[in-house]
């Protein structure tokens, strides 16, 4: 599929529902942020399209107007299309993985737990930007749908549990952020887990995410 420019941009209410729980505010996330990349089939009048974000792709439309070379870009991506889309998808790939997501949505408020001594539970501000890109390699998808550690630090959406040493211990951010609902993601360091340092970066968040009148999912 091609790459649309950012001028020419399909409608996203024709294509995606707004204002749906968990990778379905995906759209909106690239639309609101500019992180992440549109696609179609071609760019007058589009029969499919595809809307991706730091691994994740959300493909809709026609499938018979995708050939399957055209769905290379998406390789080793976590895709999720309706089920017409997987004669093309399975042609395209040497292997498809099936996979099933559930989506939990934010009911009740949980009281936040105690962080231990010397942590502190916090929103992340442009200055922990290099707190952020000091995490090991393996973390860096924590940022990646923010652009970077800069992007997410920056965003106002994300809580860390803080050492003394300005260290990241644990973090949790909206992924996805929509009209309605914000996909909530989390980490711990390694040698940090066993602490509730992550529920106490997601209570945070959550309390954060319902100030703003959106729902956590």
Avoid: K, N
Wanted: proline share 12%.
């Amino acid at each position: 599929m091609m790459q649309l420019p950012p001028h020419h941009l399909p409608a996203v209410p024709r294509w995606f529902v707004p204002g749906s729980p968990g990778p379905a505010s995906l759209p909106e996330h690239v639309t609101t942020t500019g992180v992440g990349h549109w696609w179609a089939d071609r760019a007058l009048d589009p029969r499919a399209v595809a809307v991706s974000c730091a691994g994740h792709v959300l493909l809709r439309g026609d499938p018979g107007s995708v050939a399957p070379d055209l769905l290379a870009p998406f390789a080793r991506s976590h895709v999720e299309a309706p089920a017409r889309f997987l004669p093309v998808l399975g042609a395209a790939f040497d292997r498809l993985v099936p996979a099933e997501r559930m989506v939990y949505v934010h009911r009740e408020p949980v009281p936040p737990p105690r962080p231990p001594r010397g942590v502190t539970v916090r929103r992340l501000t442009a200055s922990d930007a290099p707190a952020l890109a000091a995490l090991s390699p393996d973390s860096s998808w924590i940022h990646d749908s923010w652009g970077g550690p800069e992007g997410l630090a920056a965003s106002g959406h994300a809580w860390a549990a803080v050492d003394r040493g300005g260290r990241v211990a644990a973090v949790a951010c909206s992924y996805f952020t929509g009209q309605t609902y914000e996909d909530v993601a989390v980490l711990t360091a390694p040698e940090r887990r066993r602490e509730r340092l992550a529920l106490a970066c997601v209570t945070a968040l959550c309390a954060d995410v319902a100030a703003r009148g959106r729902t956590a999912s």
